[in-house]
T-cell receptor, first 109, second 113 residues
């Protein structure tokens, strides 16, 4: 079992839909990171969370430390949101991240 | 502002040939530096990380090596590439103190023939 699990692995949505991507982890963490990887491969940082909730535009990220779970929400989804979304946890006491395998999102016009 | 440069963007190499991928960071000092590999359909796997010049930690036994000859330069190398070395390689940096986000380069897509 991976230390960081994401669900779903693949997601297809219609433009305008509300989208939720989930991340569960089994290790002690200092922070959790949501990343976006576009088809060309480049990775962009979306959020870094250690507690609570963060919002940036149409993106919202939440984390529940007790339940070891985080969600990434996209409101009013758009085709340009199509990408792979990756959850990464920064493990306690190390310099290292552990990455989930990603959720491939496709938003149809 | 800080930037990270990684090159080349795409590389096709024959089996048994050597490899050198370079990553440089600008606008910051003494960063943590990382090399990751992303195999097709799989998550990012940490290969090496460095907290200072000449300090390299290897995460998985493999055919690759890393070096940090200067503070903001991180090089991924191989003497003889294997077919299994194919993948997408990403360099990243973060500030030295913990619990800070990583910033990624654009990646190198390596195909071994």
């Amino acid at each position: 079992k991976n230390e960081v699990e994401q669900s779903p692995q693949n997601l297809t949505a219609q433009e305008g839909e509300f989208i939720t991507i989930n991340c569960s982890y089994s290790v002690g963490i200092s922070a959790l990171h949501w990343l976006q990887q576009h088809p060309g491969g480049g990775i962009v940082s979306l959020f870094m969370l250690s507690s609570g909730k963060k919002k940036h535009g149409r993106l919202i990220a939440t984390i529940n430390i007790q339940e070891k779970h985080s969600s990434l929400h996209i409101t009013a989804s758009h085709p340009r949101d199509s990408a792979v979304y990756i959850c990464a946890v920064y493990t306690s006491g190390t310099y290292k991240y552990i990455f989930g395998t990603g959720t491939r999102l496709k938003v149809l016009a | 502002s800080q930037t990270i440069h990684q090159w080349p963007a795409t590389l096709v190499q024959p089996v048994g040939s050597p490899l050198s991928l370079e990553c440089t960071v600008e606008g910051t000092s003494n960063p943590n530096l990382y090399w990751y590999r992303q195999a097709a359909g799989r998550g990012l796997q940490l290969l090496f990380y460095s907290v200072g010049i000449g300090q390299i930690s290897s995460e998985v036994p493999q055919n690759l090596s890393a070096s940090r000859p200067q503070d903001r330069q991180f090089i991924l190398s191989s003497k003889k590439l294997l077919l299994s070395d194919s993948g997408f390689y990403l360099c990243a940096w973060s500030v030295l103190r913990g619990n800070q986000p990583q910033h990624f380069g654009d990646g190198t897509r390596l195909s071994i023939l």
